[in-house]
């Protein structure tokens, strides 16, 4: 899970000068910042904050770029250019840029949160939990930081470990429901095949259009022999995200454990 540094501008440079919020502009040894060029900055963050929720990563991107040139020792900028760039799978370049922010601000969780994520997709895993891990440092109540080691350890295989850092995620916010998602799965993956059923219809009952457990339970329910409550899963499920029946994607971007796979592949295939 990406984490955006949305505290971008003039937020962000009082927080790393430890300026009074009456400042009228600020000031370092390389670089003096107006209030006039703090609120064209802020002005070049909503639309690229608006790119991304386009989908136009590229504009995006280009956005942060002009941000950079205007702050470059604003680690915000540097951090958020790099989610942009995994988001197009721009993933060295990705983690240069993330390089940089901690550069910057080394005692600042999300650029760890965020590279993790990059050698993630990468499939660097040892690379991606040492972030974790030190994101977890800085802030040991961190849930995000869990999940997403979680995460990590579910690509090496790590079950159990994995059930250990989504059980501690939602511990700490429970209604962090990608995190109890991902409890879920990995709670089916390890054999305990009704908890997981039990957990997934929690989560659909409090969460009604949440496709990922929508999909999810259509597959738990049919290896069941559910199958009518099964298809009204589904065209749920697919009705709100029509990627769930791509399995490709279900197993290199989503990456559900191989026992969830293997259950909506035999749905699928009405085996």
């Keep these: 899970m990406i984490r955006w540094l949305t505290c971008l501008l003039f937020l962000s440079f009082l927080w790393l000068w430890g300026m009074d919020t009456t400042a009228m502009a600020v ?3 390389t670089q003096t910042i107006t209030p006039q060029q703090l609120k064209k900055g802020e002005k070049l963050a909503q639309k690229a904050i608006k790119a991304t929720k386009k989908g136009d990563f590229p504009q995006a991107e280009a956005y942060w770029t002009e941000l950079i ?5 604003n680690p915000a900028v540097w951090s958020n250019r790099g989610n ?8 060295e370049e990705a983690i240069s840029d993330f390089d940089r922010s901690i550069a910057i ?4 969780p999300d650029p760890y949160l965020n590279r993790g994520i990059a050698y993630e997709r ?23 930081a869990y999940n997403n080691r ?14 250990i850092d989504y059980e501690k995620a939602v511990e700490l916010a429970p209604d962090f429901s990608l995190a109890r998602a991902n ?25 009604p259009m949440f496709p990922d457990m929508r999909a999810a339970i259509t597959a738990v329910l049919w290896v069941n022999g559910n199958q009518g409550e099964a298809e009204s899963n589904w ?13 490709d994607w279900l197993k290199t971007v989503r990456r559900w454990p191989p026992e969830m796979i293997s259950a909506l592949e035999r749905f699928l295939t009405l085996t």
Excluded: C
């Design 84 to 91: 942009v760039r995994v988001a197009q799978d721009k993933l």
């Design 183 to 207: 409890l879920a799965l990995v709670t089916y993956q390890i054999g305990e095949h009704q908890e997981a059923l039990r957990q997934m219809r929690n989560l659909v009952r409090k969460y």
């Design 235 to 247: 065209v749920a499920a697919v009705g709100l995200d029509g990627r769930y029946q791509n399995l």
């Design 69 to 73: 040139e205007a702050f470059p020792e």
């Design 122 to 144: 990468k499939q660097e895993w040892e690379s991606a939990l040492t972030d974790y891990n030190q994101a977890l440092a800085i802030n040991p109540q961190d849930p995000v």
């Design 27 to 29: 000031t370092t040894d």
């Design 105 to 108: 601000a080394p005692e600042y």
């Design 150 to 163: 979680g995460n990590a350890k579910a690509g090496q295989q790590k079950w159990q470990e994995a059930l």
